[in-house]
Nanobody
Framework: QVQLVESGGGLVQAGGSLRLSCAAS??????FGWFRQAPGKEREFVAA????????YYSDSVKGRFTISRDNAKNTVYLQMNSLKSEDTAVYYC????????????????????WGQGTQVTVSS
């Protein structure tokens, strides 16, 4: 059974940092993505990483503040979030596609087949 389990969310003050983890089980994945959903808004792309970890992609809103990484030996992907802002408040989801995705498609929520349960990140101003 394939599972993605996120952890590491919480309450942090603006300007602070959090590190999210997503442990995958049941199979390995060519790429991972992080998405987030704020109240009343659609789920949006945050970051993605390819199998080797050499290629990473970010939304403009988090570029320079967030870093995605992975440990293939642990089948785990991370999201280091620095300089957090109140607008980063959301439920953060880890996701993985069944098959390898072309780079332009890594941002497309609909192409991800497996999702974690989400972890809440709240940034207080």
């Amino acid at each position: 059974q394939v599972q993605l389990v996120e952890s590491g969310g919480g309450l942090v003050q603006a300007g602070g940092s959090l590190r999210l983890s997503c442990a995958a089980s049941g199979r390995t994945f060519s790429s991972f993505g992080w998405f987030r959903q704020a109240p009343g808004k659609e789920r949006e792309f945050v970051a993605a990483i390819t199998r080797s970890g050499d290629s990473t992609y970010y939304s403009d809103s988090v570029k320079g503040r967030f870093t995605i990484s992975r440990d293939n030996a642990k089948n785990t992907v991370y999201l280091q979030m620095n300089s957090l802002k109140s607008e980063d408040t959301a439920v953060y989801y880890c996701a993985a596609p069944r098959f390898s995705l072309a780079v332009p498609n890594l941002r497309l929520r609909s192409l991800y087949d497996y999702w974690g349960q989400g972890t809440q990140v709240t940034v207080s101003s």
